[in-house]
C-alpha cells in the first residue's frame, strides 16, 4: 500500500479536483508552476487559496527561468518591426520580471 498524502501541516490529502483549460493556458500555468520552483499541485493550492508564492532560488528555478527566456527571445525575433507582441508574451515576460526582482532581492 502506498503512503498517504500529506501536506505540510500532516493533513491526509484525499480529495481531488479537477478542471479544464485551454491549451494557452496550460502553458502560462506551466510556465509559472516551473518559475516557482513548486509543484504543480502546490502551486495551485497556494494561488487558489490566495496565499503568496514565494520562490526559493534553486537550480530548478534557475533552469526555468533560462528556457523561459530562450523561448521569450525566440518569440520576440519572431516578431516583425510593428507588430504588437500577443498577451500571453506579454504575461510571460511580466512574470519572469517579478520572479527576477523577487531572486535580486533575497539576495540584498
Known sequence: MSAK?????????????????SPEEDKLINSAVALSGLTKQDYIIKRLLCRDVIVQGNPRVYKALK?????????????????????????????????????????E
Open 5 to 21: 498524502n500529506l501536506d505540510t501541516k500532516g493533513r491526509f490529502r484525499s480529495r481531488t479536483i479537477g478542471f479544464r483549460v
Open 67 to 107: 528556457n523561459q527566456l530562450a523561448e521569450v527571445l525566440g518569440e520576440l525575433r519572431r516578431i516583425e518591426n510593428g507588430s504588437a507582441a500577443d498577451d500571453e508574451l506579454l504575461s510571460t515576460i511580466q512574470l519572469i520580471t517579478k520572479t527576477l526582482n523577487g531572486l535580486k532581492g533575497e539576495r
